[in-house]
């Protein structure tokens, strides 16, 4: 998942009815959960492997590559206001983009 902030923001809080809960998590395999992630202003943050993520703990049920899982994330304006944004997320390995951008490498290489 790609996040980004117009004006900068805080992610505080993500909630799935899938899972007991969500953490997360900076980047590094034995990094320990953080409370929030910082959205500065007009920076792309990428949620990914090797990147900071969200870590569902304690599933409700099955999740398969293809499926949905609804979320809700809580973001925190610099002004103290929050926003939840709902998010129906398709659980892959790679996003959309990534799938493009190697299409696009691969064939700049066939050439």
């Not at 395999?29 to 910082?38: E, F, G, H, S, Y």
């Not at 610099?78 to 892959?92: L, S």
Request: proline share 5%; glycine share 8%; hydrophobic share 40%.
């Amino acid at each position: 998942m790609n996040l980004t902030s117009t004006d900068g923001a805080t992610l505080v809080a993500v909630h799935t009815d899938d899972a007991q809960e969500i953490v997360i998590r900076p980047p590094g395999k034995d990094a320990r959960m953080v409370a929030t992630l910082a959205m500065p202003a007009g920076t792309l943050i990428a949620l990914a492997p090797g990147k900071s993520r969200l870590a569902m703990i304690k599933l409700k049920r099955g999740v398969k590559l293809g499926d949905r899982v609804l979320l809700t994330l809580t973001i925190e304006g610099a002004d103290g206001t929050r926003q939840q944004i709902p998010v129906n997320a398709e659980a892959r390995m790679r996003s959309p983009l990534d799938d493009e951008r190697r299409a696009h490498a691969h064939g700049k290489h066939t050439h």
